[in-house]
């Protein structure tokens, strides 16, 4: 049998690492060199600070910068740099502790709630409930006067606090993720729940746990600063909360003495709230938006004069331009990527007539799709086309306005999707999803768009409408979702009917009956009807014509019964003979079989 035509090399996947996502976020780098200084400063504050932070000289009491001291001296006569520098230790070591703890307690029973669900879930959500409907200042305040102001013990205590926020999210993700066919593949595989948990589960949830790492940081830090101004904590051990509560005491006649650590504490907790807001954008965004300028170099390229050998157009015009109910003349998509433009659409030229079914037959990425995204105007974003010349129901629609294209949706044209139950809501019933493009389309009124609805669920063959109408997405078969979605398709009675593989989703007896539907509409309409496929027999059951697709070119256009009969191209033959079931492909099977055969015959 003759194999599937596949590329002999296929160009390596660019993957572009988080770390360098991130530093491409200048906001972002900001602040994680500014917290990398407070880091730095941290961990270097014995050797940098110039005093013992404890020291006290009385002479410095109130002293201004200067002399020696260049933030000055505190109200005890100690030096406020030494002091913020040494503090800076006692606020990370804190904001660590803290982390640590809330990690520690808030993941795993998160990622276990959401997997093993049940019991497990019930207790762990209740005492994650319970944690936040505390109040947490009160229960601080009685575990620092029951633990003698330990700052360790506090800083625990703040963790256990915060580690609902993260049990919520490690919960969530796990819910998501637990349902996901590879999860029933590893454990069909036998793997154990124990090694799911450590490696699925916990993969899924990483990404938004180093987020809420750094948010907590910040919270953390300025929760065990809220203690140290009350006066928690060592006395001995310098932290900037403590100094503030200092400055706080003479805040009016000595405002420096509350600047230095307000400072030093809102730069810390800002870097740290950045540092979050930008893993948060590059761990959820994954797509980046298209810019003007990125747009503008995709149309500039694609718009590029002819002359090199694969900007050559590629397929034929079978009929005159004013009897195409759809005519594409050298269309090009492309998009924007890290190694400059990929042009997906190289030069594509087809045309249909009214009462013509014409099949776009191609492997997966050859460009079908996104030659037809370009004639309805759905490119996704990012996506550049650019054409001599789009024509539907003789109109040239490629230099009309978005608003002027989108509303030849569902009048001019209709468009049958790949996935029936995908392209339904689930929320709504099928009535609703009728009605609604009847009313606001077709300006139809409640009650005539209703019967309307019913009318085209009859004629697109559904025998208990009524029941359809009433149902939701989930109540009915793929089939009759189809249905449904091709009477959607043609309530307008466009001039071109579009279907994307209208049966890839379909098993066998229902793919003819949809195939034989849209025949027996497009007679009756005399529409044109395009066929997106991969599968040369679709194309035998129902095309009048067939342009062949690859790489975004066209291979091979003309009438079905000639290219079934004569393909000229190699491809456009290999195709057929992997669609079909083809005489050679049975014939060589059937050689292996006899000589399997033989070769028993002899051992016995
Ligand atoms: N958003 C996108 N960004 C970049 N390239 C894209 C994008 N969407 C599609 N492509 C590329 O465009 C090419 C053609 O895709 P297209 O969807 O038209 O293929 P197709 O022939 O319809 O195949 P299939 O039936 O599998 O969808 C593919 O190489 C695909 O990778």
Redesign the pocket.
Same mark, same amino acid.
């Given at each position: 049998m003759t194999a599937a035509p596949f590329p002999a090399t296929l160009a390596p996947v660019k993957r572009i690492s988080l770390w360098r996502r991130y530093t491409r976020r200048p906001l972002g780098l900001v602040a994680l060199a500014v917290f990398a200084i407070v880091v730095a400063v941290a961990v270097l504050a014995p050797w940098l600070a110039p005093f013992d932070p404890n020291f006290v000289d009385f002479k410095i009491t109130h002293a201004p910068p200067g002399d020696g001291h260049p933030l000055g001296g505190d109200s005890a006569g100690r030096d406020i740099l030494s002091r913020l520098l040494v503090g800076a230790q006692t606020t990370l070591y804190g904001a660590v502790i803290t982390c640590v703890t809330s990690l520690v307690l808030g993941v795993p029973a998160g990622v276990s709630a959401g997997y093993f669900g049940g019991i497990t879930d019930r207790i762990c959500s209740w005492i994650s409930d319970a944690l936040q409907s505390v109040p947490g200042m009160i229960v601080l305040l009685v575990v620092a006067a029951g633990t003698g102001q330990n700052f360790t013990v506090l800083m625990v205590a703040i963790g256990v606090f915060l580690a609902p926020g993260y049990y919520r999210i490690a919960r969530a993700r796990a819910l998501a993720v637990r349902k996901e066919p590879y999860i029933d593949a590893a454990r069909v595989a036998g793997v154990t729940n124990g090694r799911i948990l450590r490696t699925h589960m916990l993969r899924a949830v990483y990404a938004p746990i180093i987020v809420q790492t750094a948010l907590t940081a910040g919270i953390a830090i300025g929760m065990q600063a809220g203690l140290q101004f009350l006066g928690i904590g060592s006395a001995s051990t310098p932290s900037w909360g403590q100094m503030m509560n200092d400055g706080f005491q003479t805040m009016l006649t000595y405002p420096l003495i509350l600047l230095w650590p307000s400072i030093a504490l809102g730069v810390t907790i800002a870097a740290l709230a950045f540092i979050g807001s930008t893993l948060a954008d590059l761990v959820s965004v994954r797509v980046e938006q298209p810019t003007r300028r990125g747009l503008a170099r995709v149309r500039q390229a694609l718009a590029a004069p002819a002359g090199l050998p694969d900007r050559t157009p590629s397929g034929t015009h079978a009929h005159q331009a004013q009897d195409c109910a759809l005519r594409i003349e050298n269309l090009r998509v492309g998009?924007s990527t890290p190694t400059g433009v +990929?042009e997906?659409v190289c030069g594509v030229s087809l045309d249909a007539a009214p009462g013509e079914v014409l099949g776009i037959v191609?492997e @997966? %990425? @050859? %460009? +079908?799709?996104?030659t037809i995204f370009s004639v309805l105007d759905l490119l996704?974003p %990012? /996506?550049t086309a650019v054409a001599d010349g789009i024509w539907v129901g003789g109109e040239e629609v490629g230099h009309l306005s978005r608003k002027d294209r989108a509303a030849l949706l569902g009048r001019k044209i209709g468009y049958v999707p790949q996935e029936p139950m995908t392209n339904l809501d689930p929320c709504y019933p099928i009535e609703r999803q009728l009605v609604e493009p009847l009313r606001h389309v077709h300006g139809l009124s409640k009650a005539d768009a209703a019967k309307r609805a019913r009318e085209i669920l009859v004629r697109v063959g559904i025998t208990d409408p009524d029941r359809v109408l009433a149902a939701y997405p989930h109540q009915i078969s793929g089939g009759m979702a189809q249905r449904v979605l091709i009477a959607g398709a043609i309530a307008g009675q466009p001039s071109v009917l579009v279907a994307d593989?209208p049966t890839t989703a379909l098993d066998v007896t229902v793919q003819a009956e949809v195939l034989e539907l849209l025949r027996e509409l497009q007679r009756e309409y005399g529409m044109a009807l395009v066929i997106v496929t991969?599968n040369f027999g679709v194309v035998a059951d129902i095309c009048d014509r067939v342009v062949v697709m690859k790489d /975004?070119r066209v291979v091979e256009t003309g009438p079905v019964e000639q290219i079934f009969r004569r393909p000229e191209d190699p491809y456009t033959a290999e195709l057929i003979a992997a669609s079909l079931d083809d005489a050679e492909g049975r014939a060589e099977l059937d050689e292996k079989w006899q000589g399997r055969v033989a070769a028993q015959d002899g051992v016995r």
């Open positions: 998009y +990929k997906v191609g @997966s %990425g @050859s %460009g +079908k799709t996104q996704p %990012g /996506g593989e991969h /975004g």
